[in-house]
């Protein structure tokens, strides 16, 4: 009987330790990308949104803080192209400029389907890619950047056809030089 014991003993201690592994994988999961703890609330995070009656992928600039929040830009960058029938040579690369302040307390959508409709070469059918992204801005007079989760996108020209979450970030962007145009805007919060 003593091997009984031992047997229940280690399916105890197996099931334990698979509980604790998956509960650090989804919290790993869902812990923000290259993120530092902030003393401020500000989560930039691509998600949908219906702009123009049409349901768009968009960054969503959630500022849950009471500070207002300049946000400068958003990087994509495109890889694994898939893309047919193309009015241009895909660049795989779009800054899209965001020049926006996002007051206390508020949500901002921007959609991003233009912008990744010119960086895949604007396909007239079916394209897929991996969509990597980083959002710039700043509190006060402090620059942040933030790198966010990497999506694989179906697309039909401007049209999404459907989107799935990569556990992988895809590209990894050049941290900026503050010199170059982040710190010579004059607009937005001071």
Known sequence: MDWFIDIRVVVVLLLTGGLI?????????????????????????????RLDGWKSVALLLDNKS????????????????????????ATCHEI??????????????????????RAAGKPQRKYSCVM????????????????????????????VAGIRREHKTVHQFKPRNESQNLQSVDAGPK
Do not use: C
């Open 21 to 49: 592994y998956f509960a650090l994988r989804i919290w790993h999961r869902d812990r923000p990308l290259g993120r530092k703890e902030k003393d401020f609330d500000f989560y930039p995070e691509i998600g949908f949104s």
């Open 66 to 89: 009471d500070e207002a929040v300049w946000t400068e830009e958003i990087e994509i960058a495109l890889t694994g192209l898939v893309a047919n029938q193309q009015a241009s040579d």
């Open 96 to 117: 899209q400029k965001v020049h926006q302040t996002v007051r206390g307390r508020d949500l901002l959508p921007v959609s991003l389907v233009e912008t990744i409709y």
């Open 132 to 159: 990597s992204s980083i959002v710039r801005y700043r509190v006060g007079e402090k620059w942040y950047e933030d790198p966010m989760k990497a999506y694989r996108l179906r697309m039909i020209g401007l049209t």
